[in-house]
């Protein structure tokens, strides 16, 4: 089953690197998978903050996996706390791939960056890039999985809580 993914990373710095990714196959289209072109993108930058935060949100709908793409500084990006933050409180599953080792429009490569900031009791397992689409839709579909389960012990726990309050 294709997982709904968005794609969190340096849009500035890493595009290219990230299309790759992005281009391997393996989640749902761009249409619903949580990802914009360079021209929204550029639109909704010239609209200020706002903007780029309900581009953000739009995109993050219907999504069950954030794939964050770790290149030199994504980490630093306040745009990738934010899509990171909204990913955790909408409960969905993340996966870091480092991306820096991918080369660019001019044959580049980058250094490797450290990892964002991640709530300790959220499961964020990371790996490099190596074009393995099997592998990628494996780590994808744990990631669905693991969101299903936060949400399912989410839902108990309101439950129990409702129960308790009558």
């Known amino acids: 089953m294709a997982r709904r993914v968005f794609f969190s990373f340096h849009f500035d710095h890493d595009i290219w690197?990230?299309?790759?990714?992005?281009?391997?196959?393996?989640?749902?289209?761009?249409?619903?998978?949580?990802?914009?072109?360079?021209?929204?993108?550029?639109?909704?930058?010239?609209?200020?903050?706002?903007?780029?935060?309900?581009?953000?949100?739009?995109?993050?709908?219907?999504t069950t996996v954030t794939a964050v793409l770790i290149g030199t500084y994504t980490a630093y990006r306040p745009w990738v706390q934010y899509e990171i933050q909204q990913s955790i409180e909408r409960q969905n599953g993340l996966l870091g791939i480092y991306i820096h080792h991918l080369r660019d429009q001019n044959g580049r490569t980058s250094l490797p960056g450290p990892l964002p900031f991640v709530t300790a009791n959220v499961v964020f397992p990371v790996y490099a890039w190596d074009a393995n689409a099997a592998r990628f839709r494996l780590q994808i579909e744990a990631a669905g999985k693991r969101a299903e389960e936060m949400r399912a012990r989410s839902q108990a726990l309101k439950r129990l809580f409702g129960i308790r309050r009558l």
């Open 17 to 62: 690197r990230a299309n790759q990714v992005r281009n391997s196959n393996v989640v749902v289209g761009p249409d619903v998978a949580g990802f914009f072109d360079h021209s929204e993108y550029e639109e909704a930058k010239k609209q200020g903050a706002e903007a780029i935060r309900r581009m953000i949100l739009r995109h993050l709908q219907n």
